[in-house]
């Protein structure tokens, strides 16, 4: 009865228990029926829409923005965003955001990092998003709106060479680069996060948000910032799992919170 109980709670009383028991605040007794109730709403569904979430299945390296299923700018070495091997969250890998002087032809010198991913949604549905996070400062994370069209079909170049380019980014992630509606291509979201801020440069946490896909089927999961110096944030675990139908909480680390 206590099991079933849980399993009707909220999808949010879940995540709020898996918090509590992953910070080890919860009495025993509650602790194994939260869990066996998380593998039961686990085993419902279980669809994590992001690929490779814990970037455990890509050698080390800097990405750039032609990597799938992660994408990222600037270019760089080291490259703004990088997969790295040591203390992650899960498994061997994480992702490292950091300070980069790029390298590549669109923006040379340019220090912005970008970490991106394109996932598959159905409109009008509640996901919860959540990911480890560890780092010396702050990233901001969001839900971006692509644009899905062509930018060369918008004049010019090459058809009319007076006028503005509406191409402006052409590296092959003008997905994420422009906004979803031409002519002007302003950046939108349907969610967006200006402050997830890791409480540790070497204890993971987790950070948890909602939102609803709205009209949208095509969403991007996006982090960004500048970075000076050896200011950094690490992300590891990626989930994006609709609620009440999938497992929306990404695995803690194997055996408690580790450190570097
Ligand atoms: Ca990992
Ligand atoms: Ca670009």
Redesign the pocket.
């Known amino acids: 009865m206590i099991v079933v109980r849980l399993i009707a709670r909220s999808q949010f009383d879940i995540i709020r228990s898996m918090k509590k028991i992953i910070l080890g605040r919860l009495p025993a007794t509650a602790l194994v029926c939260g869990v066996l109730a998380y593998m039961l709403e686990a085993s419902a569904s279980g669809v994590n829409l992001v690929q490779d979430p814990s970037f455990e299945q890509q050698s080390p390296r800097g990405l750039d923005?032609h990597d799938r299923p992660w994408g990222a700018?600037e270019e760089g070495s080291p490259a703004g965003a990088e997969i790295m091997q040591g203390s992650a969250a899960d498994g061997k890998q994480f992702a490292r955001m950091q300070y980069v002087s790029g390298t590549?032809s669109?923006?040379p010198g340019c220090n912005q990092s970008f970490l991106f991913q394109r996932i598959d949604v159905t409109p009008n549905t509640d996901y919860i998003f959540s990911y480890w996070i560890r780092g010396t400062t702050y990233v901001s994370s969001a839900i971006q709106i692509p644009f899905l069209d062509d930018c060369h079909n918008y004049p010019p170049p090459p058809s009319d060479p007076t006028r503005a380019n509406l191409c402006p980014?052409d590296?092959?992630?003008?997905e994420?680069?422009l906004g979803p509606t031409p002519p002007n291509y302003d950046k939108e979201y349907v969610a967006r996060y200006d402050s997830d801020t890791p409480t540790s440069n070497t204890d993971w946490s987790l950070i948890s948000h909602t939102f609803n896909s709205g009209p949208h089927s095509v969403l991007y999961v996006r982090y960004f910032n500048v970075y000076y110096g050896s200011d950094h944030t690490d992300i590891d675990n990626v989930s994006v799992a609709a609620v009440g139908a999938s497992s929306p909480v990404p695995s803690p680390p194997a055996s408690g919170l580790r450190t570097e």
């Open positions: 923005p700018e590549g669109e923006c980014d590296d092959g992630d003008e994420i680069d």
